[in-house]
């Protein structure tokens, strides 16, 4: 079974301010997806940015992007410009399986809780 | 779009009574799953459904049914519920299958308490 695993249970920053949360993973597949989602105190999941294992560019949304080491099974996020709306945790999730479907669902890290300060 | 929608929103329940959390989605997915979310943790596989009459077990099953008749619906049945089953549930989809790696849809998710 996949594991996932982020380090970082909090973290602050100032607004404006370039901040990683780190994220790794243990899997023995060779094609998956990595994904960071976040959830504001309004609960709801929203995706920030996704990952292709088999590509090695990094994916970037705006001012979101990833650090994707395959081979150190790390895949950080990294939040430029930090604003008050980013506030909220910030779930690390594999999707593996891809073989068979990928019908296995994520498997999601424990969260980190980003506090934007103003 | 409405996209996943989950009712209720909160719910109280007592010891074994049981009950139905409702999820329905209106993009046509294929692909539809439950998640538990406890404090401190991610969110956790229940169950999922690759098509309509197709259904099975995730990381943390026990306690739960499901059934899949239509594509739109994929209710949650907790036949006794147990505290331990007080948590926040997600129902989430995704479409052309999940072997394309699609981000799935969430919905806003049900706060469930068992006293």
């Known amino acids: 079974a996949q594991t996932v695993t982020q380090s970082q249970p909090e973290m602050s920053v100032q607004e404006a301010e370039t901040v990683t949360l780190s994220c790794t993973y243990d899997t023995s597949e060779n094609n998956y997806y990595l994904f960071w989602y976040k959830q504001p105190p309004s609960r709801q999941m929203i995706l920030v940015i996704r990952?292709?294992?088999?590509?090695?560019q990094n994916a970037t949304e705006n001012r979101f992007s990833v650090n994707f080491q395959k081979a150190a099974k790390s895949f950080s996020l990294k939040i430029s410009d930090s604003q008050l709306g980013d506030t909220a945790m910030y779930f690390c999730?594999?999707?593996?399986?891809?073989?068979?479907?990928?019908?296995?669902?994520?498997?999601f890290g424990k969260g980190t809780h980003l506090i934007i300060q103003p | 779009n409405a996209g996943v929608t989950q009712t209720p929103k909160f719910q109280v329940l007592k010891t074994g009574q049981s009950m139905t959390l409702q999820c329905a989605q209106d993009m046509n997915h294929e692909y539809m799953s439950w998640y538990r979310q406890d404090p401190g943790m991610g969110l956790r596989l229940i169950h999922y459904?690759?098509?309509?009459?197709?259904?099975d077990q995730g990381e943390v099953p026990n306690g739960y049914n499901v059934s899949r008749s239509t594509t739109e619906d994929f209710p949650l049945r907790l036949l006794s519920a147990a505290p331990s089953q007080t948590s926040v549930y997600f129902c989430a989809s995704s479409g052309t299958g999940q072997g394309a790696g699609q981000p799935q849809h969430f919905g806003d998710g049900t706060r469930l308490s068992i006293l």
């Open positions: 459904s690759v098509g309509a009459g197709i259904t």
């Open positions: 999730a594999f999707l593996g399986g891809l073989s068979g479907g990928g019908a296995d669902g994520l498997t």
């Open positions: 990952q292709e294992a088999y590509k090695q």
